[in-house]
């Protein structure tokens, strides 16, 4: 009988880690791990009792889909080696690292045993450093290149979140030159002096996170990174529909209203 | 001290205002920690 546990370093180096998944990593038998952090490389190697780095397969193609085919392939065999087997990624494991993903549904799909456990995203971070309820008004999240691509609409009344914008257009590690499409796009639902925020979670214990706000005029002036990500606060909340509140029977004297966010509306 | 051992008797330390001071005070640790930052890659940025 074998199981695979893929779970999630979280953002902030260590610190991060759930107790939860700091016991699967000392008991599996194996710990695979794919992390950008040294820090946290040696501490898997300290705290599993057998673990080896997953960085030479990602690295050994220029093709990403490839390489997470190859990382998927790699899991399965060798969770078919031992009897149980943690593979660990940076922040969650299922955002934006769908290698781990692919490699427990195929497992589970031929009547193996494969868990996923929580952990902490760059999301989790951005709602608490920025203080942002994503149950009031909503939250629409997407990767900056998929939004244009496929000229995604954007609901301005949700929370927005762009990931990914340092990559906006390119095919490897250079930084975009097509900020300006972006702004562009998004001029489409906001004015120009919307506020926007250029985020960065901690990734060190004492280290703050980078939030600078501007408006959306001037993200084109603004430095970005290849771990930023932009947040967009909603526009006021629109109307209440007085015909679904009758078909819901609900009386709006007793229905709570979304904060009104001190934003401009388009 | 390892910088591993730094890191993770500094956990928490942000948000308790005179550990942070001590902390501060550690240069060789705010040092190793800056060259460590410098040289974070984030995965996605290989392969965007």
């Known amino acids: 009988m074998h199981k695979l546990f893929v779970v999630g370093s979280g953002i902030k180096t260590v610190a991060h880690i759930t107790e939860e998944t700091r016991r699967v990593i000392q008991n ?22 057998d673990s080896e780095s997953l960085d ?13 085919h190859q990382i998927t392939t790699y899991i399965v065999n060798q969770y078919k080696k031992v009897t149980s087997l943690c593979v660990v990624f940076y922040g ?45 008004q909503g939250f629409f999240s ?7 691509i496929y000229v995604r609409p954007i609901d301005a009344r949700s929370h927005v979140v762009l990931w990914q914008i340092s990559s906006l257009g390119t095919y490897d590690s250079t930084y975009t030159q097509k900020v300006n499409v972006l ?29 600078e ?23 006021p909340q629109g109307k209440i529909s007085s015909k679904y509140l009758t078909l819901l029977g609900m009386d709006i004297g007793n229905f709570q209203l979304s904060s009104q966010p001190d934003t401009p509306s388009k | 001290m390892t910088l591993l051992e730094a890191i993770e008797q500094a956990i ?15 240069m060789q640790y705010n040092d190793i920690l ?5 040289k974070i890659v984030s995965l996605n940025e290989t392969f965007p």
């Open chain 1, 142 to 148: 997407i990767d900056a290149t998929e939004l244009l």
């Open chain 1, 56 to 68: 030479a397969i990602y690295f050994s193609s220029n093709k990403r889909i490839d390489t997470y």
């Open chain 1, 28 to 49: 599996a038998d194996k710990v695979l791990y794919l992390v950008n952090e040294n820090n946290l490389k040696r501490w898997i190697a300290r705290e599993a009792k």
């Open chain 1, 183 to 211: 702004v562009d796009y998004l001029k489409k639902y906001y004015i120009e002096d919307h506020p926007i925020c250029i985020y960065e979670a901690a990734l060190y214990p004492t280290q703050k996170p980078r939030i």
């Open chain 2, 12 to 26: 928490g330390a942000e948000y308790f205002n005179n550990e942070m001071n001590l902390l501060s005070a550690d």
């Open chain 1, 92 to 136: 969650h494991p299922t955002v934006f690292a769908d290698s781990a993903l692919k490699a427990v549904k195929l497992i589970n799909s031929t009547g193996g045993d494969a868990v996923v456990l929580p952990a902490i995203s760059s999301m989790d971070c951005l709602f608490s450093d920025l203080q942002i309820d994503p149950g009031d």
């Open chain 1, 213 to 235: 706000w501007t408006t959306l005029i001037y993200l084109i002036s603004t430095k970005i990174s290849s771990i930023s990500s932009l947040y967009i606060p909603p526009i």
């Open chain 2, 34 to 38: 800056q060259a460590s930052t410098n």
